[in-house]
């Protein structure tokens, strides 16, 4: 526990005495309600001390809570020890979520304060809507946390640089046409985006401001008739970058010039947004005279389906991928044999290292997650210098991974066996395999969606009396976020979307089983939605698997695998022997064609 924490904590409650809030809300997000955060607002993380991607804290005069989800339960515990923040687990009996709790303990006239660049408006009125009728008030005015971090970082000021158009694939003019058409139909005279991921792919450019993510600080206004003005500090461009997008029809503003050419909006301009992706700091600029029409963003939708050239890319860059981690993983299984000490921060440099010998690498997609034996069971579980576990000729290490290309983004999961494993962990590995071939080779019709198919990855783990506790599959960028919407594969919830796969989205298949204090099992490849046949009953889909690397069939049970089961696995690794072979040689050829032998 950060011995901070405490101080930080009384600090944030002097703030709230003085301007007279009974309670804050710190969410995780920024301006742009990114999943991952520049450090500038990581706020949640520098009051709590918890780390985890995703989690909400709390405080009041007389309570400090964090809620989180069961991925992140074991390392919140761990974070939170002694620093007087209580772990409020989300999605378990009798636990309320941290609207439900508020409205439990605020009087009559309390004010709760949220800052308003880290809350959609979407977000906001949800809020006041859950909290109106208990008389609560909600100011997004005042930034507590921010006010009491005194020395919280600056913006980053990574390049901003050009994704070539050979790698890009179609011109961002084509692009922001696209855009133009589909806000016509809306009656769109402006168009406000400020997710980054849309304003990266409309725009041809990628950054660093984000870790692991290519993209950059901007927020991006079209006119359907006239230019687009991209909000991103101009010394990010050289100048013939800033050339070449003039030339495209974008110019350059301040990133805080943002709220400026809103207010500029009149009673004859219509503005297109989204409001569950706009902060409300941002769209408190808009004008009452100005009309509003908030809809998804036109981008969001086709970037989620990839052209015929992106997904030639993304092929190759899986031949490329998967090549890096048979020799990472050869290597690791060598030096283990050769009686050299290796640690889980181990296996993140050794598969680092062979990513980046390939071409076109850039940098890791997401924290490598290396979970050796019970580590294994925490789903987002990072090995730190400060505690990890060393690694043994024995048992089972997770190792999840992704990097990001010129061509694409990748994002795979394998269990390796590490020496003698006990027949509970090849039943589970056995188990998650089933749930993985099932939803690999599923068959569905046009309009079915990601929670529609979602137990046909569970049934084999329920019919053993298991289950996992996060969504089966997440879309995938290219070259762009790993984690990417608006499909996903996961239960059905109450009141949730349900957007259909279509051909060309690519989506993460990912079933796992956790046992805490023993192991974890999580199989992940990336597939593509494809077209498979049409019927008298209409059109049907299927997914192509896109991920090239060999299971360990060592950590599993074949017993257990139906024909088939079988038969699939055997037609996946002969595939995956092709594919990489030419790209192997030695040893690591060797290890290639004894991992992908017939089971």
């Not at 855009?179 to 809306?186: D, F, I, P, S």
């Not at 009149?266 to 297109?272: E, H, N, S, V």
């Not at 994002?411 to 939803?439: F, N, S």
């Amino acid at each position: 526990m950060n011995t901070h924490i405490p101080d930080r904590i009384a600090a944030l409650r002097a703030a709230m005495q003085q301007h007279g809030v009974a309670a804050v809300i710190v969410p995780s997000a920024d301006p742009h309600l990114s999943e991952y955060l520049p450090e500038r607002w990581q706020a949640r993380a520098w009051l709590s001390g918890f780390t985890g991607s995703a989690g909400t804290l709390i405080v009041t005069h007389g309570h400090a809570g964090l809620w989180t989800d069961s991925r992140y339960f074991s390392q919140a515990e761990q974070q939170l020890a002694g620093s007087g923040i209580a772990l409020m687990k989300l999605h378990v009996p009798h636990t309320p979520e941290h609207i439900e709790w508020l409205t439990a303990h605020l009087k009559h006239d309390d004010v709760l304060a949220v800052a308003g660049d880290s809350l959609s408006l979407a977000g906001l009125r949800s809020m006041e809507g859950k909290l109106a009728g208990h008389g609560v008030r909600v100011r997004t005015d005042l930034d507590l946390p921010g006010a009491v971090w005194s020395d919280r970082p600056g913006l980053p000021h990574a390049r901003i640089v050009e994704h070539p158009i050979a790698w890009a694939c179609t011109a961002r003019a084509d692009k922001l046409t696209r855009v133009r058409n589909a806000m016509r139909k809306h009656g769109a005279t402006h168009h406000l985006l400020s997710s980054l991921d849309d304003i990266a792919w409309l725009t041809n450019l990628r950054g660093s401001d984000v870790e692991c993510n290519p993209v950059f600080l901007a927020h991006l206004l079209v006119a359907a008739e006239g230019k687009a003005t991209l909000f991103a500090e101009r010394g990010k461009f050289d100048d013939a970058l800033v050339a070449q997008l003039a030339a495209d029809g974008i110019a350059i503003a301040t990133y805080d010039g943002i709220t400026g050419a809103l207010g500029e909006l009149g009673k004859a301009d219509t503005l297109l947004f989204d409001a569950g992706r706009v902060v409300c700091a941002i769209s408190n600029a808009i004008p009452a005279a100005a009309r509003r029409i908030e809809a998804a963003n036109p981008s969001t939708a086709f970037k989620a389906l990839k052209t015929a050239a992106e997904l030639d890319h993304v092929r190759e860059v899986m031949r490329r991928d998967g090549a890096a981690l048979a020799g990472a993983f050869r290597e690791i299984e060598h030096q283990l044999a050769q009686g050299k000490p290796l640690t889980e921060l181990d296996v993140h440099r050794l598969v680092h290292a062979a990513r980046a010998a390939q071409p076109e690498f850039i940098g890791e997609s997401f924290a490598t997650i290396a979970g050796y034996q019970a580590n294994g069971a925490l789903p987002h579980y990072r090995a730190t210098q400060e505690s990890h576990s060393a690694l043994q000729a024995k048992g089972l290490l997770l190792v999840d991974s992704g990097g990001q290309y010129l061509g694409g983004t990748t994002d795979i999961t394998r269990v390796l066996a590490l020496g003698e494993t006990t027949a509970e962990q090849r039943r589970d590995a056995t188990l998650v395999m089933k749930g993985m071939i099932a939803l690999s080779r599923a068959r569905f019709p046009k309009g079915a969606s990601g929670p529609q198919l979602d137990a046909l990855a569970r049934a084999p783990l329920w019919a053993a009396g298991c289950d996992y506790g996060h969504g089966t599959g997440h879309g995938v960028g290219y070259f762009l976020n790993v984690h990417e919407g608006p499909q996903s594969i996961r239960p059905p919830v109450s009141g949730g979307a349900l957007v259909a796969l279509e051909p060309g989205m690519i989506s993460s298949i990912e079933p796992g089983l956790y046992k805490p204090g023993r192991h974890g099992i999580r199989h992940e490849n990336l597939a593509v939605v494809t077209e498979a046949e049409r019927t008298e009953f209409g059109d049907y889909y299927a997914f192509e698997t896109l991920t090239l690397c060999p299971f360990d069939r060592r950590a599993l049970e074949p017993g257990f695998l139906s024909p088939d089961e079988r038969a699939w696995l055997d037609d996946y690794h002969a595939t995956v022997r092709a594919a990489l072979a030419p790209l192997l040689e030695g040893a690591d050829l060797a290890w290639l064609e004894w991992h992908c032998a017939p089971l």
